[in-house]
């Protein structure tokens, strides 16, 4: 589990690599590394990060892949995986730390243009700037829509909405999956899928969590 400080060491690590190499990279933070960084949860199994642009991920793959520089080692094992139909990079690092990335899609989800610019600066919640890592973390609303869309098997899913919810503007959530069903990439099938799901997690007397996230998706 890593917390608020070993995810901003495991970044610093990774952008002190990337400045060296002469890269540069922007990236979105999804995931429970986006809630530690906002002081929403205490710590974090997995960092996932969205790295949309095709150069800008192969230039990150490539600092990765380069062999350890002196100053900066950072010892690896790097994994191709498909996630649904989507490729996935898994970076596991020997401390049993683990970072995933993600292209320009999470499962079904498209990663949008109004996801990306509803993203907030890394440094403007945190006071950390990097040099050659530019990272941003994605919205509440658009955390809310990763973690219904990709997970919920896990109770710490269903946990996390717990937290979510309360700072969530539920408009900018109904837009959204709006649109992903709009474009073809969450379509109908997985929104009744999401559906049967919740309802099987909230049983005969379901948390008011569960209810408020129906209500939304019933507007569909």
Known sequence: MRGR??????????????????????????????????????????????????????????????????????????????????????????DGGRLDIFGER?????????????????????????RAFEIKLISIEDLIITKLVTSLERERDVDDLRLLLPFANPSTVLEEMKWQLKNGWFDEVSLNALKRRLTKIGGSAPPEIIKKVLLILDKL
């Open 5 to 94: 400080d070993e995810i901003l060491e495991m970044l610093t690590a990774i952008d002190n690599r990337l400045f060296y190499l002469g890269g540069k990279v922007a990236a979105y933070m999804i995931g429970g590394g986006n809630m530690a960084l906002r002081g929403l949860k205490g710590a974090t199994k997995d960092i996932d990060l969205v790295i949309p642009a095709e150069k800008s991920r192969s230039s990150f793959l490539e600092a990765l892949s380069t062999p350890p520089i002196p100053s900066f080692p950072i010892a690896f094992k790097l994994v191709e995986t498909i996630f649904g139909e989507t490729p996935v990079w898994i970076v596991e690092f020997p």
């Open 106 to 130: 999470i499962g079904p989800l498209k990663f949008s243009k109004n996801m990306a610019i509803r993203a907030e600066d890394l440094d403007h919640l945190t006071g950390e700037k990097f």
